[in-house]
């Protein structure tokens, strides 16, 4: 076990920047994900901390060791990739032994480990079968053990989770999670699914054009967005356009909305995001509550999503949970929207979307 | 899913070809396989005897021609699969600007004339061909190489031809094998050497053995090159087979012969499909 850093790791295609300047630290024992639509640059930073890109500028360091350089089979990495990639020609034992016999392990210790790998994914009793007798589930579960079987310094997760259907996702996070918490081996995770990156890791890096927008606790993540982009991302949340009006956003109309921290000029032009369950639906006024109409809405079992129309036009979607008394609202009738002031978040119109 | 009704209907014409234009006239042959021939007469009509199949176990020279044919089948597909799988991985793994003119290369022989490309090889290989006039001038030997009408001819020629099967059909199987899996190999400490070996090539298996059938069913069945670069005189089964029936009449010798092709080359595939499921633990 030990930290990984990348140091201004670059990668570029021809003229096309996949990965521009990233650089970050992850402690030893701690589990980051990289979040980011497809296309963002995640998967290839995962590469090339595995050795199967090479990066174009920069430094990758896992402990003290430079493996920049390095081939794959040099870096003492496990990597867990989306497609399973197991040994079709091999027991699920032989492929948990693969690592461990390319160590030099060999004879009853390594089969005590194969076994002990197995056992921690839930999959004592499975050695005999071949990859393909087992179920999607199961197979994610093999290459999980046949990537943590050798003791990796840093374990690698290339959206493991994503050819599996939700509900098996759902088991096979909670699987992760416990993992994780029993061995602590440095991590890096790479998914497109917020909720997974939100749940698992310790720190999350938003990323977006090859760029790294925020890397921080999920809590600052969602809460706290460093950006646009950030902000948009993470959570659903409605964009409204403001101005900064003596410490309040106005919005039109004679709307404003005072949030907690205002950290941008007097007069400027603002943008407003506010999470569709951070808003609470009111029947009756209070103070510093916006009025609107419902417009539409949605029934979707645990949750009702009302589509409400403001005064001054722009319409915000708001998640009520489906048992409370406004999810009953109908079309055209008037309600009113509170919102915490920390639940207010003010970035400046027209940065990096 | 389709029914089985649906499935025969699918293979209906194909197998109604095979029928008509294949398996008639090789019932129709049996029977002619046990005949007796008189030289001078003819088969002997009503006649019956084990005597054509026993010759060709017993007797030298048949037993030689079967034997050169098996270890010619054998050299051939060692050769195209040595020289095939590399090419194969090239056009696959290769540079993808590569692939088409690679690609190309390999089918090139193809569209050549079976006749020609076997011309083509007599000019180089004979006593005074290219090849021999070239390293007598370059003072490597003194007199030509034996190149001709013998198993070093017909392996060059046969490898030539059959080449294109064996690498068409290796790519396909290398295309096959996905990048992930070796991959997995490497991160988990496995050298480029140690992932061909133990991932690559064995997940490649069908290939190797479909290309290696194909290719070793069509040398032992070729009459054409080992007739044009063998000669009269350096026979494998298929020219005696010729020969039985065209020049020395004699239908039933030539049948058994037949039979007798027949029979090793679905002991061959039975064998190799056998190996194939127990070396590659899949299928």
Known sequence: MSNLSLRNIVKRYGKTEVVRNASFQIAEGEFVSLLGPSGCGKT???????????????????GERDVTRLPPNKRNIGLVFQSYALFPHMTVFENVAFGLRRKGESGKPLEERVNAALEMVRLGGYGARFPRQLSGGQQQRVSMARAIAPRPSILLFDEPLSNLDAKLRDEMQIELKRLQQELRITTLFVTHDQAEALSLSDRVGVMHGGVIQQL???????????????????????????????????????????????????????????????????????????????????????????????AHGAEIVVEVPSAEDTASLAPGEPVHLAIRPRDIIVLPQGAAS | MTGQRSAWLLIAPLLLVLLLSFVVPLVLLLPTSFQEYQPGQGMVAGSFTWENYLRIATDGYYREVVLRTLALGLGVTVLCLLTGYPVAYLIVRGHPRWRLPLTLLVIFPLMLNLVVRSFGWIVLLTNRGVVNNLLID??????????????????????????????????????????????????????????????????????????????????????????????????????????????????????????????????????????????????
Request: charged content about 15%.
């Open chain 2, 138 to 283: 370059l003072g490597l030997i003194e007199r030509p190489l034996k190149l001709m009408f013998n198993m070093t001819g017909l392996l060059i020629g046969l490898t030539h031809i059959y080449l294109p099967f064996m690498v068409l059909m290796l790519v396909a199987a290398l295309q096959n094998v996905p990048r992930d899996v070796e991959a997995a190999a490497a991160t988990l400490g496995s050298s480029r050497t140690h992932v061909f070996w133990s991932v690559t090539l064995p997940l490649t298996a069908p290939g190797i053995i479909g290309g290696s059938i194909l290719v070793f069913v069509l040398t032992i069945s070729a009459l054409v090159t080992p007739r044009m670069l063998g000669g009269p005189t350096y026979q494998v089964m298929a020219t005696l087979i010729y020969d039985e029936y065209m020049q020395l009449l004699d239908w039933p010798s030539g049948s058994a012969l037949s039979f007798a092709l027949a029979a090793s080359t679905l002991v061959i595939i039975w064998l190799s499909s056998r190996m194939t499921r127990r070396w590659a633990g899949m299928a």
């Open chain 1, 44 to 62: 290839t930073i995962l590469r090339m901390v595995a050795g199967l890109l090479e990066p174009t500028e920069g430094q990758i360091m896992i």
């Open chain 1, 216 to 310: 921080d606790r999920p809590e600052e993540i969602y809460h706290r967005p460093a950006n646009a982009f950030v902000a948009s991302f993470i959570g659903k949340p409605n964009r409204l356009q403001g101005r900064i009006e003596a410490g309040t956003v106005a919005l039109g109309a004679g709307l404003a909305l005072r949030p907690e921290r205002l950290d941008l000029p007097e007069g400027s032009e603002a943008e407003v995001f506010l999470r569709q369950e951070a808003i609470r639906v009111l029947r009756t006024p209070e103070p510093g509550a916006l009025a609107g109409t419902v417009a539409l809405r949605a029934f979707s079992g645990p949750q009702v999503q009302l589509v409400v129309r403001l």
